[in-house]
């Protein structure tokens, strides 16, 4: 590889990882099943509570 083509591969390489940190993250943070269970109860709380009122 001769120099002008080894700094643009390295220049390209910098400019996708900027990009992809700029990018929205295609998934969604993980939840562990012990806080899913939590916002599941505290979900149906809050439906019982509001149909009371």
């Known amino acids: 590889m001769n120099r002008r083509k080894k700094i643009k591969q390295l220049l390209k390489a910098h400019a ?4 992809a940190k700029l990018a929205p993250p295609s998934k969604s943070k993980y939840i562990s099943k012990a806080d899913r269970l939590k916002l599941a109860a505290e979900s149906a709380e809050g439906a019982i509570i509001s149909s009371e009122g």
Not at 16 to 19: G, I, L, V
Request: proline fraction near 0%.
């Open 16 to 19: 996708k990882k900027a990009s």
